[in-house]
């Protein structure tokens, strides 16, 4: 069986090949870091047996992020038997840096030259024949996204013989010196080359004696002497000649260059005058499509479908004749559950579908370029801005797309600070309360939460950058694809993909954690028999005596009945369950959560609006739902970071709605004094952006550089000698 | 002077790449010493930066953009 790796720039194309190669559906972007993950599937030909590994797009073979170590790995170990490297024609001076890196790996290779339909709309010209010729292995125009040249490629892949060495770029005669005397130390001229490039980092795996190390040390000081210029931009700066002088031999350059319609489109929508306003409008739209009122016309039809069908499910449970328990585990165990979830299927949708309309055409990365200055301030890049905002709507999908990143610790301080954005399902609990309470001036106190959501999560982000992720900067290098027109097909299947696979999980993890809750929230002591429980029985229920048992310590933030207590640990399965509880537990009559003003008369009697507050604040911050947890452990990848992200939002949730509450007692106007507070929050904001700005972390390149304000030359001659002299250390 | 102080619509011959983070990654897409670089512009916000280099855009940050030493040259 043959081992085949896909392995190419970012965005140039691999996962649309690979697809096409293997017939499987995998999600596409036009966006740089799509595939996060190596995937593999069984290649299509009646010839041989072959298997393709589709991996994370890399630049080159030194990485800066995880993903990009995978595939890098991968091609370091030599774990396959050969390399399709693919090639954006396009953009052929770049992709053919890492081509070349490659051949000096020596693994056997094909090339797939992308996107030549896109260099034919140039009407510029690629003789591919010369090129196979000069950099000796076998190349393929293909065009991926047009399925131009697919049978060529499959029948390359069959005839190729793995056994032929292709011939070693040789590069000038300093180069090939030094390159000759690492390689007499680690005998392998791929390794020898690695570590010309990357130092100490390419022995990793390589096994040598103390002596080895010592000589091959001392050779890389005395040949670094050698060579003007920096040691490890040497072999960079031959290949990119090498390259230089390929393409010069065979790209043929239309002689008139017009001026591309990407560049036409960015003048507009990266503007300065434009770029914010249009980025803003576009955001707008998205959320007001998924959220807005088609958004929720849809979910509600949808719901109701949900329903109906349950219904009857039930109503066939029911007329089995099974035992009381079985039934209440399917109608309010499971399905009451996934009903739930389900629900924000529709709204979820819409999302994805916009959202890929967005990365499939290009403007995603625009969108990173335009927020990136705003995020790091807070230690974050770009990027994070996407999954922020979607958190507005739902935290699910939200922590989804924190796999965009490039970076891990940004990627998980992401998928933590998330859950603080107020989501959509989190409303009607300030509907109700500020309804209730605040009379004319409810909007204000809604508008307060999700201001006070998005501000507690900035918070965090600034928090964990400091102490958790210490030293990690988070990097901002990005390339912009050309923008491309998204296709129907594409952009469904994005939308099909991960809507699966949110349903997936619907019915997996959280099936049984649904299960967990059902029973105890069904199950309960009642004159002192343990038994099922109906509907309006909640309150005696194995929650309800645990929402007893912990009154006490909600008792500070202002909690005075066990029902506020039940109904936030209800909003475990869903936040909408919240409100819903509390019309069970205040035995409300009718649907609460269609119609909230019911509830007002309860409320009214049971909070004062400092505790209404609180209660509001409390269910803003602490742990989100089921859903959104596991969403979690997903990204996080880890118990750890789950138990501590969870404890975390506990405390923060605690801590804000006890200072809220307490600060309430000691003022005269309730109202004033949360204002009073939000002061303090926004001061203390500003305050940490200014020890950010003071430490010059956006920088990260001299230390007390920013001190002196503008960055002089002679720091950075200090700062060389000293990383030369750690390189020594090490 | 660095690549930080270069307008938009003006181009410059890199020198020499001070960068540490992202020192390796930004020699790898293009930047080495002799390469033209042509500064596209500014993000709204004033950072980060879009320069065409090897003929394709790239955007970095200021905060590396000035470890970038270059020379203006006149197009």
Not at chain 1, 580 to 589: D, M
């Amino acid at each position: 069986m043959l081992n085949i790796a896909l392995i190419g720039n970012p965005n140039s194309g691999k996962t649309t090949l690979y697809n096409n190669l293997t017939g499987s559906n995998q999600s596409v972007g036009n966006w740089p870091g799509v595939t996060v993950e190596k995937k593999s599937g069984k290649l299509i030909s009646k010839n041989i047996e072959a298997t393709i590994v589709d991996l994370p797009g890399i630049y080159s073979l030194s990485t800066i992020s995880l993903e990009e170590e995978v595939a890098s790995n991968y091609i370091v170990n030599k774990e396959m038997d050969l390399i399709i490297n693919i090639v954006d024609a396009s953009n052929l001076e770049r992709n053919l840096f890492l081509t070349f890196q490659l051949l000096d790996s020596n693994i056997p290779m094909l090339i797939a030259l992308n996107a030549m339909d896109v260099v034919e709309k140039k009407l510029d010209s690629i003789d591919y024949k010369k090129l196979s010729k000069i950099i000796g292995v076998p190349i393929i125009p293909i065009s991926a996204s047009k399925k131009i040249g697919m049978d060529n490629l499959i029948q390359a892949i069959e005839k190729i013989d793995i056994q032929k060495v292709h011939k070693t770029t040789v590069y000038n005669d300093e180069i090939e010196s030094t390159i000759g005397k690492f390689n007499k130390i680690v005998n392998d001229r791929f390794v020898a080359i690695r570590f010309f490039e990357d130092g100490l980092k390419a022995l990793d795996g390589i096994h040598l004696d103390g002596i080895q190390t010592k000589d091959l040390l001392e050779l890389y000081f005395t040949e670094k002497k050698k060579h003007i210029l920096d040691f490890d931009m040497v072999l960079p700066n031959a290949r990119y000649e090498k390259i230089l002088e390929v393409v010069n031999q065979t790209y043929l350059k239309n002689a008139v260059q017009k001026e591309s319609s990407t560049d036409k489109i960015d003048k507009i929508l990266t503007s300065k005058t434009f770029g914010i306003p249009i980025f803003a409008l576009i955001m707008f739209t998205v959320f007001f499509l998924a959220f807005g009122p088609i958004g929720t016309f849809i979910t509600n039809q949808f719901v109701w479908l949900i329903n109906q069908f349950f219904a009857w499910i039930i109503g066939g449970v029911n007329s089995l004749g099974m035992a009381d328990y079985i039934g209440s585990l399917i109608t309010n165990g499971i399905f009451g559950g996934l009903a739930a979830v389900v629900g924000f299927l529709p709204q979820l949708a819409i999302l994805f579908f916009a959202l890929a309309i967005l990365e499939d055409s290009g403007y995603m990365a625009r969108a990173a370029f335009i927020m990136d200055r705003a995020l790091s301030r807070f230690g974050l890049s770009g990027k994070s801005f996407i999954p922020m905002l979607i958190g507005f709507g739902c935290s699910v999908p939200a922590i989804a797309n924190t796999r965009t990143l490039d970076n891990d610790d940004d990627r998980k301080i992401t998928t933590m600070i998330v859950p603080f954005v107020s989501c959509g399902a989190k409303a009607p609990i300030y509907g109700v309360f500020a309804g209730a309470l605040f009379g004319n001036g409810s909007f204000i106190v809604v508008f307060s939460m999700y201001v006070l959501g998005l501000l507690v999560a900035i918070l965090s982000a600034v928090f964990f950058k400091k102490v958790l992720f210490r030293g990690s900067t988070a990097n901002y290098i990005m390339e912009l694809p050309e923008y491309r027109t998204p296709t129907i097909k594409n952009t469904l299947r994005h939308t099909w993909e991960r809507s699966k696979e949110f349903l997936v999980k619907a019915g997996t993890i959280l099936l049984a954690a649904f299960i967990v809750i059902w029973f105890f929230s069904y199950f309960g002591f009642v004159d002192g028999t343990f038994r099922l429980l109906t509907e309006s029985e909640i309150g005696n229920s194995l929650l309800g005596s645990i929402g007893r048992f912990i009154l006490p310590v909600f008792k500070p933030i202002g909690f005075t009945d066990w029902q506020a207590t039940v109904s936030i640990l209800t909003g475990i399965v869903a936040k909408e369950s919240v409100v819903g509880t509390l019309g069970i537990l205040y035995g409300v009559n009718g649907d609460v959560i269609q119609n909230g003003t019911l509830l007002y008369a309860s409320i009214q009697a049971h909070f004062t609006t400092a505790q209404a507050y609180a209660f509001m604040t409390f269910a803003l911050l602490s742990t989100p739902c089921i859903a959104a947890v596991s969403a979690m452990k997903r990204e996080l990848k880890s118990w750890k970071w789950l138990i501590f992200i969870i404890s975390y939002e506990m405390i923060v949730a605690y801590v804000v709605a006890l200072g809220i509450y307490q600060l309430a007692q000691i003022e005269l106007g309730t109202l004033l004094s949360i204002f009073f507070s939000m002061i303090v929050v926004i001061f203390v904001i500003l305050m940490i952006r200014k020890l950010i700005k003071n430490k010059g972390s956006a920088c990260g390149s001299c230390e007390k550089c920013a001190k002196t304000g503008s960055c002089g030359l002679p720091e950075f001659v200090k700062y060389k000698e000293k990383t030369e002299g750690r390189d020594s250390d090490e | 002077m660095t690549l930080k102080e270069i307008l938009p619509g003006q181009t410059c011959i890199v020198k020499q790449v001070y960068s540490n983070n992202l020192r390796k990654r930004i020699i790898d897409m293009g930047l080495i010493t002799g390469t033209k670089v042509l500064v596209k512009k500014t993000a709204p916000l004033g950072d980060p930066m879009e320069i065409m280099v090897k003929g394709y855009s790239l955007t970095l940050r200021k905060a590396e953009a000035r470890t970038i030493i270059v020379d203006r040259i006149e197009e």
